[in-house]
């Protein structure tokens, strides 16, 4: 039997492609000077006028960049076929947004640190399990969707140890490098150093 290996970014595709997207990072979205809409983990350069967003309202629920409606016009919650509720198209494209951005290494190289890396990549491996539980919570994802992509991420996650990045070399290591600078994620960093 092959069992077909799913990369960092296919499984936070699965589970934060629902829209939610969040995650413990600040997301900033700004204005350029030529009008274009730029999303980013870190704040942009001064002479932009940066919003830091959120995506989680204090009671935990999930808040939309605007309101969504229905076809008549009045707000409303629109659902797909399969049951789940629709995503704003606003959100949408923030999540892409910030998907296009969590895949963007920092230019900033910074010495390997297995502790630091470590940390991080644990870190939000369990960030894209709580944003999966909170997505089936909120009606956003099935839970049968969940239960496949949920043992993937946790199996991923286990991969990564200190002893495991001590002894690393090659692309491995450099991904281990590039996860010690706390502006990286999973995401870039696996699309940059791809490894076994």
Same mark, same amino acid.
């Given at each position: 039997?092959?069992?077909?290996?799913?990369?960092?970014?296919?499984?936070?595709?699965?589970?934060?492609?629902?829209?939610?997207?969040?995650?413990?990072?600040?997301?900033?979205?700004?204005?350029?000077?030529?009008?274009?809409?730029?999303?980013?983990?870190?704040?942009?350069? &001064?002479? %932009? =006028?940066?919003?830091?967003?959120?995506?989680?309202?204090?009671?935990?629920?999930?808040? &939309?960049?605007?309101? &969504?409606?229905?076809?008549?016009?009045?707000?409303?919650?629109?659902?797909?076929?399969?049951?789940?509720?629709?995503?704003?198209?606003?959100?949408?494209?923030?999540?892409?947004?910030?998907?296009?951005?969590?895949?963007?290494?920092?230019?900033?190289?910074?010495?390997?640190?297995?502790?630091?890396?470590?940390?991080?990549?644990?870190?939000?491996?369990?960030?894209?399990?709580?944003?999966?539980?909170?997505?089936?919570?909120?009606?956003?994802?099935?839970? %049968? =969707?969940?239960?496949?992509?949920?043992?993937?991420?946790?199996?991923?996650?286990?991969?990564? $140890?200190?002893? =495991?990045?001590?002894?690393? $070399?090659?692309?491995?290591?450099?991904?281990?490098?590039?996860? &010690?600078?706390?502006?990286?994620?999973?995401?870039?960093?696996?699309?940059?150093?791809?490894? =076994?």
């Amino acid at each position: 039997m092959m069992v077909k290996k799913l990369s960092w970014l296919a499984m936070a595709g699965l589970v934060w492609g629902m829209g939610a997207g969040a995650h413990a990072q600040p997301v900033y979205k700004w204005v350029d000077a030529q009008g274009k809409t730029h999303y980013g983990s870190q704040p942009p350069p &001064s002479n %932009a =006028d940066a919003e830091p967003l959120k995506l989680q309202s204090n009671n935990g629920s999930t808040r &939309s960049v605007s309101s &969504s409606s229905s076809s008549s016009g009045k707000p409303g919650q629109q659902y797909n076929a399969d049951g789940t509720k629709k995503i704003p198209k606003d959100v949408q494209e923030f999540g892409e947004g910030v998907k296009k951005a969590l895949q963007t290494v920092d230019g900033k190289e910074v010495p390997l640190n297995c502790s630091a890396a470590v940390d991080n990549i644990h870190y939000q491996a369990d960030q894209m399990l709580e944003v999966g539980q909170k997505n089936v919570r909120d009606g956003y994802m099935k839970q %049968a =969707d969940f239960d496949k992509t949920a043992p993937k991420i946790r199996e991923a996650r286990g991969k990564y $140890s200190l002893s =495991d990045c001590q002894s690393s $070399s090659g692309n491995k290591k450099l991904f281990y490098q590039c996860m &010690s600078n706390s502006y990286n994620h999973v995401m870039g960093c696996d699309k940059e150093h791809k490894h =076994d």
